[in-house]
């Protein structure tokens, strides 16, 4: 509101001095534009340091151990999962990567949620995340599974996904997707890719390495 009070004071001041031509225009408008201008100045750098404003409803809680999700009391064990996406990049207090000047700047840590779906069940849950640590020990707690093949039903190329770009690097990870790869779950070039190597004699290496062609 502040910058359109602005904009149609200077826009006053601009029709008086091409056709109006009257003193008091300018002496009532342009202390109105100035003053409307420094108030947009200080709300636009107040939410630019602001976190987002947004009502949490907490619904339950997620659980994660070594053989099952734990979902507001509901066990779903990996086993009997067939398909799932999870994604765990936001966390409280995460600097947004914004261009717009209206939008806060720091995150309150829910753009991350779990799909779960079984034979007879789908659920959907956001997640709340308090920290970049958490973000870290989620994602990597899941992958530490995923390569022991405690998912059995659900497809490696999408397991996969789950792994974060260092986890990828891992001896752990470099091994399943091999053995995915091997088994005809994977592409050979794709696979590679997914191994998240830094140079083309990495590549070369993960070829000789794992019998890749």
């Known amino acids: 509101m502040s910058i359109g009070i602005a904009m149609f004071s200077f826009l006053i001041i601009l029709i008086n ?23 947009f100045s200080i709300s636009q750098f107040i939410t630019m340091f602001s976190k987002e404003d947004i009502d949490i409803t907490y619904t339950g809680k997620l659980k994660i151990t070594e053989d099952e999700f734990i979902i507001d ?8 999962i067939i398909s799932i996406k999870l994604s765990v990049d936001d966390y409280k207090g ?4 914004t261009h717009s000047n ?3 700047m720091y995150s309150k840590g829910v753009e991350n949620f779990v799909m779960i779906y ?7 849950k956001q997640i709340q995340v308090c920290n970049l640590r958490e973000t870290h020990l989620i994602s990597d707690f899941i992958a530490a599974q995923i390569v022991k093949n405690k998912f059995i039903k659900v497809k490696p190329k999408q397991l996969i996904t789950i792994f974060s770009d ?3 690097k891992t001896e752990e990870a470099r091994n ?16 590679l890719l997914m191994m998240n190597y830094s ?8 070829r000789e390495k794992y019998n890749i062609h």
Not at 118 to 124: N, P, R, S, Y
Not at 177 to 184: L, W
């Open 94 to 97: 995460r600097l947004k990567n």
């Open 166 to 168: 260092q986890f990828k």
């Open 17 to 39: 001095k091409e056709y109006l031509g009257f003193d008091f225009l300018e002496t009532v408008f342009f202390p109105i534009a100035i003053v409307s201008f420094i108030v």
């Open 118 to 124: 079984t034979v007879d069940k789908k659920i959907e």
């Open 176 to 191: 399943y997707i091999a053995k995915q790869i091997k088994n005809r779950k994977i592409k050979a070039v794709e696979g």
């Open 199 to 206: 140079s083309d004699k990495e590549a070369k290496e993960l």
């Open 73 to 80: 009391k509901e066990k779903i064990s990996f086993t009997d």
């Open 102 to 104: 209206t939008e806060p």
